[in-house]
């Protein structure tokens, strides 16, 4: 069925002004936050969720690097020093960087696509409030006899079943947050559907809109994966199975097969809506149209499609058949050729722009130079013979760690500041922003460069204590982590002065090279952002073609 | 018919069906976890978010069918409707991918290498030598002890004519809906569910012979897992589906739905398709070859 038919409007249906509509906010503390329907207070409620788990996985964080600030055992126990890894990167990669894309989705996407909210509002609120008791729940594991999760965040067995009681509630609180994200992901998808404005064509949506679409579809076919994999565990634990155990006729190995099945998409839904905010915001601040628009969705299309095929890279060292280790190579290798199109693209958008460097966009450009450093570590890891190598090393801890954190943290930042004044209506502090980014930046670098020279030097990841030649680089390394979690502080400042301090107000154009339907609003935008739809033509898309 | 007369789109108001929900899902979930871990009211805590669980579903669904048959939702929520289902279904096929992926790893693979095949070569000769690859298996320690398998060609056989059966009478339901023939309507959609049902007993029937006598277990190795695990969670989505037949015929006998209009049926329908064809994956590949 065509998306006009659903719609009876006529042509001059007016582009919706901020004055008229009736906005029927709810009014109360529970009928605004606890019942709603309103994709932005259900973007609101994700993004500060995920800010609070951001600084629950930075400590956890912290905790880390002061235990490896020295050789030695100073500050916490071994054990626990384990369940902080596997916490923080539970934390981090399902209490953090998921919700916050899913905040972003739920403010942008409507107002991308010209919709009046999200297709399926009242879902909308449920996959929002799963995740507090779900996060609840695995942090209660902490204060558990027996310890929260300690196995890595990977769960592999047989190790992972040997957690004491707290074992089934990860499990279970890990079923949750799938089943929040699949919730999630369906709405997005039937949004971005179903819920375009007449006119607004597959191929002149907004790249975040696309990058989402696509995300929403790598979550809906992996956290089943994942589910079914935590349910192995389980029924191996409690109930007896031996699916992972090879004295019944089953292999660990397999767990790490499915797990990484899921693993491998799961960092791409992580980074691939970052793709969509940078190729958002360069365009804007480089004041040209995004070099290769449809290049960019189609390298978009191709690396999910590629992150199916290349999940053993994680496993080159497990004693894979040779032909195994070959394939997942090649297909990882490969990945490289989309992504190194994006990066390109990005470039080349900025290649003679008239360029100015407010926060989003310095965030951005940070973005570019930084994730590109985690990609080529990618490229290096992706080599099986040298991974016998660098595998399970701070090498693997620096390359990933360059792509989520100036790489999808960064973005997330970037997005954050771009559309600030557009979901508050106010303008945050543009001196405090760029010290947030300096801070940050110089920080970050401190904190996972010299883990590539521990790792290629030897030292293991997840190991509480280390032999004293990685001294220097674990120390200064700490520093950085230290400066880098105090920096955010910084995040925090200019968010909370932006929503309740400042006094300058922010226009509905907020950025003068903006293009795309978000900006035809006021800042904020109304309750329900667009009751009839608006009017797409060149002038409202984001991506309209160069002139040539 | 758009909710308010000058808008175009639909957008409902607050609900407090999903905190309930979550309320319902948390209390059931951490009393599993605690279940298992052999706490004894955790039974009885299950339970009650088990029923919370049901009372939030009666609800928001009553809600949703309440504005659906006073005629609030336009052909866009209906499309948003149909998408929702079809992707809802399309990761309950990667769910059960999911074990089946388990179980073809575990033939293909897993089990010949511990026999000693490819790469398999020195565990086999270091660890269980003697070990050799046979399917069914439950593993080179025989854990559980030895078991008997369910033939196919008997009670499991059965079934799969019920099953697809079931999916024949579901459609001559929907033929039936489409003619607005209220009679044929409601007895097909009994006849379906009564299938489940049945086909549900005859599980719970193979259930017990696989314990109490062929030996059969969750524990019999990793035929005994992936047996149970496949077959109990289709088991599990037989009986939901079944139950969702149930309260669609309930709603058929009370005059919901028309010919052009009942998105709720086709969904239930759809799930039932979707069960339908899990099952012929499990006959093929659990119980024939
Ligand atoms: C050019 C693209 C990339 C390539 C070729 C690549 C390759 C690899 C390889 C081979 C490993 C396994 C290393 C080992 O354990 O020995 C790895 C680990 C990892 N990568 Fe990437 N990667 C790429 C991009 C990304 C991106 C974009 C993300 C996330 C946003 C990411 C996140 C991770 C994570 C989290 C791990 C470690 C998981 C763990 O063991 O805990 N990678 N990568
Ligand atoms: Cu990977």
């Known amino acids: ?548 | 018919m758009a909710h308010h007369a000058d808008d175009q789109y639909y957008v409902p108001h607050g609900t407090k069906w999903p905190i309930i929900g979550s309320l319902g899902m948390i209390t059931m979930l951490a009393s599993a976890a605690y279940w298992v871990n052999d706490s004894t009211v955790a039974p009885w805590t299950f339970l009650a978010g088990a029923l919370i669980l049901i009372y939030m579903v009666f609800g928001w669904f009553g809600e949703v069918i309440r504005e659906s048959e006073s005629g609030m939702y336009n052909d866009q929520v209906d499309t948003s409707f149909r998408m929702g289902m079809l992707w809802f279904i399309f990761s309950e096929v990667m769910f059960f991918a999911c074990f089946f992926g388990a179980l073809f790893y575990a033939r293909v693979f897993a089990v010949p290498w511990l026999g000693g095949e490819g790469t398999g070569a020195y565990t086999n000769e270091l660890l269980w030598r003697g070990y050799e690859s046979v399917w069914p298996t439950a593993g080179p320690d025989q854990l559980g002890g030895s078991f008997q398998t369910i033939p196919a060609f008997g009670v499991p056989f059965i079934n799969t004519l019920i099953l697809l059966a079931s999916g024949v009478t579901v459609t001559l339901a929907h033929h039936a809906l489409k003619k607005n023939n209220r009679g044929a309507l409601v007895s097909w959609l009994l006849a379906t569910v009564l299938l489940g049902f049945v086909f549900v007993f005859f599980q719970i029937e193979e259930y017990k012979e696989a314990y109490q006598h062929l030996g059969l277990t969750m524990g019999s190795g990793i035929y005994g897992s992936t047996f149970f695990m496949l077959t109990g969670f289709h088991g599990m989505h037989v009986s939901l589906g079944a139950i969702m037949l149930l309260v669609i015929a309930i709603r058929c006998m009370r005059g919901h739905f028309n010919p052009e209009h009942h998105f709720g049926f086709e969904a239930v329908a759809w799930y039932w398709h979707f069960v339908d064809v899990v099952w012929l994956g499990l006959f093929v590949f659990v119980y024939v070859y």
């Not at chain 1, 190194?340 to 989003?360: C, I």
């Not at chain 1, 997005?415 to 801070?439: C, Q």
């Not at chain 1, 002038?539 to 160069?546: A, D, L, R, V």
Request: net charge negative; charged share 10%; glycine share 8%.
């Open chain 1, 1 to 548: 069925m065509s998306i006009e038919s659903t719609h009876s409007h006529d042509n001059d249906a007016h582009p919706a002004a901020p004055g008229d509509h009736h906005d029927h906010k709810p009014t109360g503390f529970f009928n605004r936050w606890l019942f709603t329907t309103n994709h932005k207070d259900i973007g609101t409620l994700y993004l500060v969720f995920a800010l609070i788990m951001f600084f629950i996985g930075g400590g956890m964080a912290m905790v880390i690097r002061a235990e490896l600030f020295m050789p030695g055992l100073q500050l916490v126990e071994p054990d626990f020093f384990n369940q902080m890894t596997t916490m923080h990167a539970l934390v981090m990669v399902f209490g953090a960087v998921m919700p916050a894309w899913v905040g972003f989705a739920n403010w942008m996407i409507p107002l991308m696509i010209g919709a009046p909210d999200m297709a399926l509002p009242r879902m909308n609120n449920w996959s929002f409030w799963i995740l507090p008791f779900a996060f609840t729940m695995l942090l209660s594991t902490l204060f558990m006899d027996s310890g929260g999760p300690a196995a890595g965040w990977t769960l592999y067995p047989p190790l992972s079943l040997q957690g004491g009681q707290s074992f089934a509630f990860v499990v279970f609180a890990i079923h949750m947050m799938g089943i929040s994200s699949i919730m999630g992901s369906i709405n997005v998808i039937a949004t971005i559907l179903n819920m375009r404005a007449p006119g607004m064509t597959l191929l002149r949506m907004p790249l975040f809109v696309w990058t989402w679409l696509i995300t929403a579809y790598l979550l809906i076919a992996v956290m089943p994966v994942l589910a079914g994999a935590v349910t192995m565990l389980l029924t191996d634990h409690f109930f007896g199975t031996s699916f992972f155990n090879a004295a019944g006729g089953g292999d660990p190995v397999m767990f790490q097969h499915i797990f990484w099945f899921f693993g491998h998409p799961e960092v791409y839904i992580m980074i691939l809506p970052a793709f969509g905010v940078v190729s958002e915001i360069i365009p804007t601040f480089a004041r040209k149209p995004l070099f290769g628009y449809a290049a960019m969705v189609f390298a978009t299309a191709s690396i999910a499609f590629l992150s199916f095929i290349v999940w053993a890279h994680h496993m080159f060292t497990v004693g894979m058949p040779l032909m195994g280790e070959l394939f997942f190579m090649y297909a990882t290798m490969l990945i490289a050729v989309p992504t190194g199109v994006k990066v390109f693209n990005w470039v080349s958008t900025m290649w003679k722009g008239s360029m100015t460097f407010e926060t989003p966009m310095l965030f951005a450009i940070g973005f570019v130079v930084l994730f590109t450093i985690g990609g080529l570590s990618g490229l290096m890891l992706a080599i099986a013979s040298v991974d016998l190598q660098y595998h399970d090393t701070y090498f693997v801890v620096a390359h990933f760690h360059y792509v989520l954190v100036p790489g999808a943290v960064f973005a997330l930042m970037a997005g954050t500041y771009y559309w600030l004044p557009k979901w508050t209506g106010h303008m945050y502090s543009e001196t405090w922003g760029k010290i947030h980014f300096w801070v940050s930046t110089i920080s970050v670098n401190i904190l996972f460069f010299p883990q590539h020279y521990l790792g290629l030097a030897g030292m293991p990841r997840r190991i509480p204590d280390y032999s004293t030649q990685f001294a220097d680089f674990n120390m200064i390394s700490s520093i950085g982590g230290f400066i880098f979690g105090a920096s955010q502080l910084i995040f925090v400042g200019v968010i909370v002065h932006c929503v309740y301090k400042s006094r300058k107000a922010a226009q509905g154009l907020v950025w003068e090279g903006g293009k795309g339907l978000e900006w035809t609003l006021s800042s904020p935008p109304p309750y329900h952002s667009f009751n009839t739809p608006p009017l797409i033509d060149p002038t409202t898309i984001s991506h309209p073609e160069e002139a040539h």
